[in-house]
Nanobody, 119 residues
Framework: QVQLVESGGGLVQAGGSLTLSCGAS????????MGWYRQAPGQQRQLVAL???????DYADSVKGRVTISRDDAKKSVSLQMNSLKPEDTAVYYC?????????????WGQGTQVTVSS
């Protein structure tokens, strides 16, 4: 099992910046993919960004150029630096990690952290 704890959400004005952090504990040695998703009211949870163990990244088109995902494998953590925030970025942001053991994949979610961008 992997436990995830997120921090860094809050209220920010449009154009501002926030950094979200997520720390993993428990059975972390087999984590290969770490990422962030978000869910706005009435919408489905969507990928924001992910980073693989080799360092390759993937970003949603809506955040490309404004968001940077990074990971610290020594600290078992993943961060999301968000710049030039827009009101449409308002959502609950969830940390997600994938664990791969003997070709089986397990996914874990954090509890979510609210990001609110005021216009």
């Amino acid at each position: 099992q992997v436990q995830l704890v997120e921090s860094g959400g809050g209220l920010v004005q449009a154009g501002g910046s926030l950094t979200l952090s997520c720390g993993a504990s428990g059975r972390t040695s087999s984590i290969d993919v770490m990422g962030w998703y978000r869910q706005a009211p009435g919408q489905q949870r969507q990928l924001v960004a992910l980073i693989k163990s080799g360092g390759s990244t993937d970003y949603a088109d809506s955040v490309k150029g404004r968001v940077t995902i990074s990971r610290d494998d020594a600290k078992k953590s993943v961060s999301l630096q968000m710049n030039s925030l827009k009101p449409e970025d308002t959502a609950v942001y969830y940390c997600n990690v994938r664990e791969t053991i003997l070709n089986r994949r397990y996914y874990y979610w954090g509890q979510g952290t609210q990001v609110t961008v005021s216009s």
